[in-house]
T-cell receptor, first 112, second 112 residues
Framework: GENVGLHLPTLSVQEGDNSIINCAYS??????FIWYKQESGKGPQFIIDIRSNMDKRQGQRVTVLLNKTVKHLSLQIAATQPGDSAVYFCAEKASGTYKYIFGTGTRLKVLA | DSGVTQTPKHLITATGQRVTLRCSPRSGDLSVYWYQQSLDQGLQFLIQ???????AKGNILERFSAQQFPDLHSELNLSSLELGDSALYFC???????????FGEGSWLTVV
């Protein structure tokens, strides 16, 4: 499948530290990217998005970086809090299509 | 709260049965998407509707079907259910001309 993963990679960070979650996307024609946060038993929640004509976008405590050369996306969370513990997905969409392709996801664990 | 409403939240049914999952998109959103998420797997795109018409199709089984009604709510019909169909089914919606999709809280289907 496009995003099969029985074993999610896990990132453990200390409360207050910065977190960096990475995502490699597959389609060089993708021009729009979203990061979602999914807490256990809940639906994915929109965090931040970025278009391919940008390489950086900042939100509240979050920054998304886009490197089109190597097809890499990252989400930086500043001063990570216990409430940030969740699974984080990146999603990509190619121009002219309606299909979003989701990454496998990364589980973020915040240690007190 | 994303504004996307899904019912039922939980459903337990037997193999061979048929169920219908319902989704009300955010107010004014014309596009509805259905995704399947199995345990510890990513989001698998099933199908998308736009203003009542099928717009994109993903990995949707022939036993599954969907439709979007004139009031823009959507239903996902799952028939001849198998144990492997047990999963979280998410509905998402997006506004006209906007790329961001917003997810509901999902319907958890357990087939026994």
């Amino acid at each position: 499948g496009e995003n099969v993963g029985l074993h999610l990679p896990t990132l453990s960070v200390q409360e207050g530290d910065n977190s960096i979650i990475n995502c490699a996307y597959s389609n060089s024609a993708s021009d729009y990217f979203i990061w979602y946060k999914q807490e256990s038993g809940k639906g994915p929640q929109f965090i931040i998005d970025i278009r391919s004509n940008m390489d950086k976008r900042q939100g509240q405590r979050v920054t998304v970086l886009l490197n089109k050369t190597v097809k890499h996306l990252s989400l930086q969370i500043a001063a990570t809090q216990p409430g940030d513990s969740a699974v984080y997905f990146c999603a990509e969409k190619a121009s002219g299509t309606y299909k979003y392709i989701f990454g496998t996801g990364t589980r973020l664990k915040v240690l007190a | 709260d994303s504004g996307v409403t899904q019912t039922p939240k939980h459903l337990i049914t037997a193999t061979g049965q048929r169920v219908t999952l319902r989704c009300s998109p955010r107010s004014g959103d014309l596009s509805v998407y259905w995704y399947q998420q199995s345990l510890d797997q990513g989001l698998q795109f099933l199908i998308q509707y736009y203003n009542g018409e099928e717009r994109a199709k993903g990995n949707i089984l022939e036993r599954f079907s969907a439709q979007q009604f004139p009031d823009l709510h959507s239903e996902l019909n799952l028939s001849s259910l198998e144990l492997g169909d047990s999963a979280l089914y998410f509905c998402a919606s997006s506004a006209e001309g906007r790329n961001t999709i917003y997810f509901g809280e999902g319907s958890w289907l357990t087939v026994v």
